[in-house]
């Protein structure tokens, strides 16, 4: 069962040609993993899935809904597709407990005492119930984008994308977020496409590696065997230069 | 000075009437409508914008006597039957509207994207993400401003004078008229603003100071 489905996906921002016929297909449960150099349209590509960018070209089904078609309600599929962001995202305006009572509150109209119930306990999760009534302002990145992700998986989605959930983050917080990511991915009801810089992580998590440059998928492996010998050289060459240094 | 104030107490206790009704009415609706217009402006709707632009464009780009004798002249001529002080408010509500527009606007603009995407990432409606998470970041930024323009809309409200709208600005004319003693007569009214923008600038603080 296929969870996302791109058939020869087109995306242009004006003139600029970012993604060139896509295709690809994520079935259900697998954890994958983007990566490429900035600029090669790995965030471009993982945003056309949730609709915060549109296509303009090719077809799109995500959880047996055609994004290609404008009718597609765009606030029901992304009920189903939660998304973690590089910078946070919280809301500013919210403490911790809020950020992740709202959707659901607001969304799915889960009565409140459920709702506050299940907050916690994805706050418990990912280790920060203790900073409930804290503002966002008030707790360190890694927290932040722990929080984040309570907040996506409060609404029960069936495909999380992460969208490099750990490059603003200080190099002491990353295994932090890292092992919650691990721990949300290992569960086999999860899928989940990951943009990351980080190799080791990758390697660790992923079922399969997608490599893009220049708006396109040049090598979709399975984790292992690209790990062990990308089989392009510009994926060879890429490799190389990130585990250098 | 004094005298001045004793003497014509009733008058211009009439006046200072007239100027916080026509005051507060235009506060209270141009909030409201500055922040349609505002929202008019950033709704992903090329239709909308642009209505929102050539209103803000018109009402900020003329100056406020002529909107008003606008209201004064032509509309009781052509339209309905309406005195100084409706015409006068009319006009001062929809002039400071656009300014009002414009801050909303900027308030709105100042907060990141990100905020909308992390929203609408959940499954919530354009309308859902700017009640809950957009607009009260964007109320916080323009407090400032916003008490800005509240005094000065108080202050502009004097052009209520020129149409027969019985504020205190119109007081002060016809007590200057009668006494000769103009200064004295212009200074009664500005205490009587500062007393009514005192509080409001220091209101505005407060509420700076709350939400921070």
Known sequence: MSMVEFHDVQKFYGKFHALHSINLQIDKGETVVLIGPSGSGKSTLIRTINRLESIQGGKLIVNNQDLSNPKTDSNRLRQDVGMVFQHFNLYKNKNVLENVMLAPRIVSHIPEDENKRQAMNLLDMVGVADKAQNMPAQISGGQKQRVAIARSLAMHPKLLLFDEPTSALDPEMIDEVLQVIKKITSSSDMTSLIVTHEMGFAKEVANRVIFMDQGQIVEDDDSSSFFKQPQTERAQQFLSKIIAH | ?212
């Open chain 2, 1 to 212: 000075m004094i005298r001045i104030f004793n003497n014509f107490s009733s008058q211009l206790v009439s006046g200072f009437g007239w100027t916080i009704l026509s005051s507060l009415l235009t506060l209270i609706f141009s909030l409201i409508f500055g922040v349609l217009i505002a929202l008019l402006e950033v709704i992903p709707n090329k239709a909308a914008n642009k209505i929102g632009r050539i209103y803000v464009e018109i009402f900020r780009n003329i100056p406020l006597l002529i909107i008003v004798m606008f209201f004064y002249l032509i509309v009781p001529k052509y339209f309905v039957k309406i005195d100084g002080f409706t015409a006068g408010t009319i006009g001062l509500f929809l002039y400071t509207s656009a300014f009002i527009a414009e801050i909303i606007r900027s308030g709105i603009q100042s907060v990141s994207q990100g905020q909308m995407e992390g929203a609408r990432s959940t499954g919530m409606t354009y309308k859902q993400a700017m009640r809950y998470v957009v607009l009260p970041q964007a109320f916080k930024i323009v407090i400032p401003p916003l008490g800005n323009q509240f005094v000065n809309l108080i202050k502009d409200s004097s052009i209520l004078a020129f149409v027969a709208g019985f504020d205190l600005m119109y007081q002060a004319n016809a007590i200057a008229s009668v006494t000769f003693d103009t200064i004295n007569s212009y200074f009664v009214i500005g205490v009587l603003y500062i007393i009514i923008t005192m509080p409001l600038s220091y209101y505005m603080q407060y509420l700076e100071k709350k939400m921070a």
